[in-house]
């Protein structure tokens, strides 16, 4: 029997495949800005991009002023909606930074139990950092209530179960997130209910070798230390380090994470005059230098200034620390990344100065400091 002639495609077919080419791109490019829900029992459905933070079992290095600059967000990007991270995280990506520092509340992520967990934040956050080519510093904190949180705060009742857990976000994210920060603030009572060097020397302990043992390239980070007064039950961060050194934390943390504020002065002027976080960091530094620690860095995990509210400066001076602060922090060669608090305005209440720390306004607009900051962000310096 004699073959029919091969028959070329007809336009409509070809216009099909396209059509079918293009409706499966889309799809692999929404997969990739957004996760699901994210509620599981441990199986991870995410899509893997280009990891965020350092491969594993290699080092942070630096490059430049540039590459260790972040944006700290707290708890405001951890509060948002699913659209509202897409919407900040490719905001903060526009100013050039190329770390954020936002809070992973365990509460959120295990509610009820440490057998259930909820993991659609985590996950949106992970995935919108890796398509914007942001690292991330994942501050680990915000007991639930069946592990103790309403007792004692951050870290609960047991070292053992908060361990557990941020071992557990280690190795959901292994080799995506690079670096984890052990609670906010542990020496102030905003934070935990009884600041104390030696309980939070347990949850170091218990801490650090849990995360090693999920991620070996994980970069760990005691919990920023801020303040400059012992007061109503508060622990200057100076002493806690100190402390935290005598109670036997030496060798369970890569790096001492610090809360520097200097305003209204600017950071080098406080440096030299004493009074606020810059002096007393440095004191830090002089401290691990003396306990043996000068090959680990200090990161800046909070810096900022807030402008309006009681305590607050001009824009202009903002714009002044934040410039001055990271030309400062450049010319150490034991700094780490410093991230700047924060991105975005909490809100518009005039009466207190939490609201406006951001380098840009509530409703969208670029105060002074932002131009400063993108322009420092993209520095090869």
Known sequence: MAREPRRSPSRAALAGVVIAVLVVGAVAFAALRSRGSGSSTGTDTTVSTTPSGPPAGGPITFTDLGSKMGLSTGAQLWGSSLSEIDTTISGIAATGAHWVRTSVHWKDVEPASAN??????????????????????????????????????AFGTDPAKYAAFVAKVAGRYRGRVGVYELGNEPNLTSYVTHPSAQTYTQILRAAYPAIKAADPGAFVLTGGLGGTRDKKGNIDGETFAKQLYQDGAKGYFDAIAYHPYTYPQLPSKEATAGGRGWSHMLQVRALMVQNGDGAKPIWITEFGAPTQGPKSVSAAMQAEILQNGFDLWKTYSWGGVMSWFTYQDKGTDSTTHKDWFGLISQSGAHKASYAAYAALARSRN
């Open 116 to 153: 259930q967990d909820d993991w659609a934040k985590a996950d949106r956050i992970v995935a919108d950092a890796q398509h914007d080519h942001i690292s991330l510093i994942f501050t680990v904190d915000v007991a639930p209530d069946w592990a103790g949180g309403q007792q004692t705060g």
